[in-house]
């Protein structure tokens, strides 16, 4: 289906796409498009304007710190697979957007946008929740800095509010953590049934359930079979059920992939 017809900019700066947002409260930020063109064909998002971020190249770096890798919203899953940061501060990104979906894909998607969809069954959200990110909002009153965990408010919706754009998302560095990513898809490529990202660090596992809530599921446990596997059951999953899946199926998925990554 074609799209309906929009109103069309792409700034030059941040700062000018805030402005931009803030003078029209139907304008929508533009990433890769790779979600927000295809619900715009289907008219389930029907935004009076597109603000294309994709002139911002102060949002495509990577960068990496004292405190970790930096990666600008704008970067692609593309560049965060070749990037040299990535594979030194926190390996397990590039290899968990490596299997995001096809080459197409990979090259237009954004690590922004993947968050700021928030479909719970994106590769993203949980990552970003079992590795503790966080991630930078700006607005027209200047930065806020926001835990993951507080990010994911509910199926599509995220911390960022209208007029506002996400900048960049900050992940710890590995240090001694064992990391690890786990997931059921329909098909090599396809949209996840259950997914799961895992960090362990002192003894503690942090694990982050995707696909059987609105947002990711964190439970902490001590990292052995049964302390995990205790944890998930504790949690009182209640996923949805589809054609793909049964609820209960889901909630088996969790539990066997929470211990597996
Ligand atoms: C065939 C197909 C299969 C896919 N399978 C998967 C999959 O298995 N796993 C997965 O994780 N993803 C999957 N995706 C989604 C893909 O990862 C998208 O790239 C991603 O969800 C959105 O990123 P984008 O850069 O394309 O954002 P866009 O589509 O441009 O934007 C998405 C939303 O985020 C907002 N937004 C984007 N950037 C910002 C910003 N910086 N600040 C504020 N708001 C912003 C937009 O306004 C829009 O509402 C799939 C997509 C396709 C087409």
Redesign the pocket.
Known sequence: MLLREVEYARPSSVEEALRLLAVNDGA???????????VMKARA?SPDALID?NGLDE?RAIRTGRDGLELG??AT?TQIMASSEVEVTRPIVAEVVGT???VQ?RN???I???V??N?P????PPLAAALGAELTIAGPDGERSVSAEDFFEGVYLTA?QPG????SVRIPAKGDARDGWSAV?LGK????IVNVAASVADGTARIAIGCVAATPVVVTASADETAIRDAVRSADLDPPADVHASAEYRRHLAEVLAHTP
């Open positions: 929508r930020a533009l990433a890769g498009g790779q979600t927000l063109i295809n998002a971020l949002l919203a704008m899953y995001i979906a096809d894909v237009r998607g954004t922004g946008g993947n700021c969809s479909d069954t994106n590769h993203f960022v506002e754009l996400l900048t898809t490529e396809g949209t996840g």
